[in-house]
């Protein structure tokens, strides 16, 4: 049988991955298949247990199942232990399975594909959930000592600081902690498609300043226009899309794919028509 995997989530509808995971079936010519399979919250330990009966070679996790698929695994590699939320599950061996996290990885290739970065300035993360945790890990692991954090809840930015040594700031002060930090990344969902503007001011943050964004629809969001305009590189958040399935892709199909044109094309294809 050619390996299976999936990505499973509720709901699942909206998710790109087997957009992703397709496009390098097909371009790689690879046996393989990757399937959307919606899985209630109740039904989790049980589509857990399935997948581990019919030998999948592993799948993606998408909300709201990333903390709660943690106890249902045999292993969990020491990314998604510090993040606290699992994206990938490899099979290992017979019948095991390990979780993974590949959003900081990914995040980190899609800088690196378009810019250095400047890990001798700090860094500012909007917002403070599970993308900003992963951001956070990224972003101590090449060694940017200064991280600076705002949230619109600041009990959760000082839980979050507390965690990783982060240095909490509050909402209303977000145009004055731009000072001097060579990247600002907002891991918020502010200015995503159907949620409130982004307000945030720049006049503070260096020109030499590299602005990117987690939200890919839209894809040009105001804040990167803001940022490119006046001078600042500016990185969309389908870099980190593409790049974070890397590794997943890689483990499950025995072939490390390639984030193309061709596949950032095809993917926006999607974006394009809502799917």
């Known amino acids: 049988m050619s390996p299976r995997a999936g990505v499973i989530g509720w709901p699942v509808?909206?998710?790109?991955?087997?957009?992703?995971?397709r496009y390098w079936l097909a371009e790689y010519n690879v046996a393989g298949r990757y399937e959307a399979v919606v899985v209630p919250p109740d039904w989790l330990a049980d589509t857990v247990d399935g997948f581990r009966k019919a030998h999948w070679v592993g799948f993606n996790v998408t909300v709201p199942h990333k903390e709660a698929i943690l106890p249902l695994l045999d292993m969990v590699d020491p990314m998604a232990g510090a993040i606290g939320a699992v994206n990938t599950v490899v099979a290992i061996g017979e019948d095991r399975f390990e979780g993974r996290n590949t959003d900081a990885s990914g995040f980190l290739a899609s800088l690196r594909a378009q810019c250095l970065i400047p890990a001798d300035r700090p860094a500012v993360i909007l917002g403070a959930g599970g993308a900003a945790r992963a951001i956070a890990v990224a972003l101590r692991g090449i060694g940017i000592g200064e991280i600076r954090i705002a949230n619109r809840s600041r009990e959760r930015a000082d839980k979050l600081a507390a965690e990783f040594s982060l240095v909490a700031c509050d909402w209303e002060d977000r145009d004055d902690v731009l000072e001097g930090a060579g990247l600002l990344v907002n891991a918020t969902s502010l200015g995503m498609t159907g949620q409130?503007?982004?307000?945030?001011?720049?006049?503070?943050?260096?020109?030499?300043?590299?602005?990117?964004?987690?939200?890919?629809?839209?894809?040009?969001?105001?804040?990167?226009?803001?940022?490119?305009?006046?001078?600042?590189?500016?990185?969309?958040?389908?870099?980190?899309?593409?790049?974070?399935?890397?590794?997943?892709?890689?483990?499950?199909?025995g072939l490390t794919p390639e984030v193309t044109p061709g596949l950032r094309s095809h993917v926006l294809a999607a974006i394009a028509h809502g799917s």
């Open 196 to 253: 409130p503007p982004l307000e945030i001011g720049l006049e503070h943050l260096p020109l030499e300043a590299i602005v990117t964004d987690i939200v890919y629809r839209p894809l040009d969001t105001d804040l990167l226009k803001k940022a490119r305009n006046r001078g600042n590189i500016a990185v969309d958040g389908l870099g980190m899309l593409l790049h974070q399935a890397v590794e997943g892709f890689a483990a499950w199909f």
């Open 13 to 21: 509808g909206h998710s790109l991955s087997p957009r992703i995971h």
